[in-house]
């Protein structure tokens, strides 16, 4: 098989306006009511954890990692995977994921949780996770709830409320308290 025309590499600071576009152009305004979004409002990511993937010269896919508590336990929120509708299909997303879950493990994070569908992750090897074990602030299918364990006793430990790890910055002053 060919090798992909396009690279993966770390996310820059000078990558902020193309990475906020690319989700603009992915999810819509809408993007912010959601329940991962609340989780993430006020909160840094990782900066180490986050990918972007390049193609002629083009900011073409992106991943962040963020921190969240499951729980008793510190754990990452993948999300949002936003790869340019004309550049799917081809396996960036994946690889992006990939590489997150690669640098992931060397980090102390017991896992990676997001909200989405399991025929697409579980090619990066997430899995729903048992009913009722974790709850999300807000309105969540369980079903969607998915996770990958970087710990060998992580899925054990995985039982409780999510919740923000940490506030690096006030919310907008618009903002709903997250419940």
């Known amino acids: 098989?060919?090798?992909?025309?396009?690279?993966?590499?770390?996310?820059?600071?000078?990558?902020?306006?193309?990475?906020?576009?690319?989700?603009?152009a992915c999810f819509?305004?809408?993007?912010?009511?959601?329940t991962a979004y609340r989780l993430r409002e006020g909160v840094e990511p990782i900066g180490e954890l986050g990918f972007v993937a390049e193609e002629a010269g083009a900011l073409t896919g992106s991943v962040r990692f963020w921190p969240i508590r499951a729980g008793g336990a510190d754990a990452l929120l993948l999300g949002p995977l936003a790869v340019r509708s004309e550049s799917r299909g081809r396996g960036m997303g994946v690889a992006l994921m990939r590489r997150g879950i690669e640098a992931a493990q060397a980090t102390e994070f017991i896992a990676i949780l997001l909200v989405g569908d399991e025929p697409y992750y579980k090619r990066a090897g997430f899995a729903p996770l048992a009913p009722g074990?974790?709850?999300?602030?807000?309105?969540?299918?369980?079903?969607?709830?998915?996770?990958?364990?970087?710990?060998?006793?992580?899925?054990?430990?995985?039982f409780g409320d999510i919740r923000r790890a940490r506030v690096d910055h006030p919310a907008s002053a618009g903002a709903a308290p997250l419940s």
């Open 1 to 24: 098989m060919p090798a992909p025309a396009w690279r993966i590499r770390s996310e820059r600071p000078s990558d902020a306006d193309a990475i906020e576009a690319l989700n603009e």
């Open 28 to 34: 819509g305004p809408g993007r912010f009511a959601k």
């Open 133 to 158: 074990r974790l709850k999300m602030p807000g309105p969540v299918d369980p079903r969607r709830l998915l996770v990958l364990a970087l710990k060998p006793d992580a899925l054990e430990r995985l």
